[in-house]
């Protein structure tokens, strides 16, 4: 059974940092690709950052330069370290693996207060 466990969320003040953690069982995590996506109140779910198995990232735009993934293949844990957060950053994140299949957890709200 695949499991992906975010943690990490909360409420941050405009311009701090958070960093979010996502625990994955139940999959081969060094050959998963792995993500963050997130999704605002009314708005559709959106990808907000990427990492291949090899470690090559990418990163939608608005959080390019601000945003940071990483993956601990020995700890099967995928990170995204936010800075400089905005108002609009605000979301339910949602970490995803994806190799053939695609997974998701369950969401963790981030709220950026202004």
């Known amino acids: 059974q695949v499991q992906l466990l975010e943690s990490g969320g909360g409420l941050v003040q405009a311009g701090g940092p958070l960093r979010l953690s996502c625990a994955a069982s139940?999959?081969?995590?060094?050959?998963?690709?792995m993500g963050w996506y997130r999704q605002a109140l009314g708005k559709q779910r959106e990808m907000v950052a990427t990492?291949?198995?090899?470690?090559?990232?990418d990163y939608a735009d608005s959080v390019m330069g601000r945003f940071a993934i990483s993956r601990d293949n020995a700890k099967n844990t995928v990170y995204l370290q936010m800075n400089s957060l905005k108002p609009e950053d605000t979301a339910v994140y949602y970490c995803?693996?994806?190799?053939?299949?695609?997974?998701w957890g369950r969401g963790t709200q981030v709220t950026v207060s202004s």
């Open positions: 990492i291949s198995s090899g470690g090559v990232t």
């Open positions: 995803t693996a994806r190799r053939g299949l695609f997974y």
């Open positions: 139940g999959i081969i995590f060094s050959d998963n690709i």
